[in-house]
């Protein structure tokens, strides 16, 4: 079963705009991960945050966690058209051990130039 | 190049042909995976190799065939394949087995069934 789902969607922005899309799951975790895909293409691994963390920073990337509300955020700051991708949230189920690493459906980020 | 390479990129097949996916990484990685992606739905984990051993294949149908000949790479077999089996299918590899470590993705093959 889907363990993470992302909300919004879809997003349009502006480029030079701000993004954030988030992350919600159901079960225990000891880490989260965001990924990028563009069209068509594999998914590229971007930022995990680990449970004890609330906060983590990559490049223009801000990746927050809630453990409390079991929810997870990704801002890209200043976007770019580059950034125009599908964007997933990963998180290993503990309820398999930590085996599984379950993907949400992904929010569809389009930046308009 | 993200150090995981899938071949080929694109594959059409008859319902009754059989054909190999092909993946290899070079990054040391010691557990390898095939997801499935089709349209609208999340990704479906299929297999899992850890140290060439297949640990999880996650009732997948008999059609599908993975094999793991080393810690480098992994072949997906398809035979007699549905329309339904249509959708992308991707590789990935981690340090270890699981979900504690970021996965590494190859670009995938796009498999059309006719």
């Known amino acids: 079963s889907q363990q993470g789902e992302e909300d919004p969607q879809a997003l349009s922005i502006q480029e030079g705009e701000n993004a954030t899309m988030n992350c919600s799951y159901k079960?225990?975790?000891?880490?989260l991960q965001w990924y990028r895909q563009n069209s068509g293409r594999g998914l590229v691994h971007l930022i995990l945050i680990r449970s004890n963390e609330r906060e983590k920073h990559s490049g223009r990337l801000r990746v927050t966690l809630d453990t409390s509300k079991k929810s997870s955020s990704l801002l890209i700051t200043a976007s770019r058209a580059a950034d125009t991708a599908s964007y997933f949230c990963a998180t290993p189920r503990e309820d398999f051990g930590n085996e599984k690493l379950t993907f949400g459906t992904g929010t569809r980020l389009t930046i308009i130039p | 190049e993200t150090g995981v390479t899938q071949t080929p990129r694109h594959l059409v097949m008859g319902m009754t042909n059989k054909k190999s996916l092909k993946c290899e990484q070079h990054?040391?990685?010691?557990?390898m995976y095939w997801y499935k992606q089709s349209a609208k739905k999340p990704l479906e984990l299929m297999f899992v190799?850890?140290?060439?051993?297949?640990?999880e294949n996650n009732s997948v149908p008999s059609r599908f065939s993975p094999e793991c000949p080393n810690s480098s790479h992994l072949f997906l077999h398809l035979h007699t394949l549905q329309p339904e089996d249509s959708a992308l299918y991707l590789c990935a590899s981690s340090l270890s087995r699981g979900g504690n470590y970021g996965y590494t993705f190859g670009s995938g093959t796009r498999l059309t069934v006719v």
């Open positions: 190799y850890s140290l060439e051993e297949r640990v």
């Open positions: 990054l040391g990685h010691n557990a």
């Open positions: 079960t225990s975790i000891n880490n």
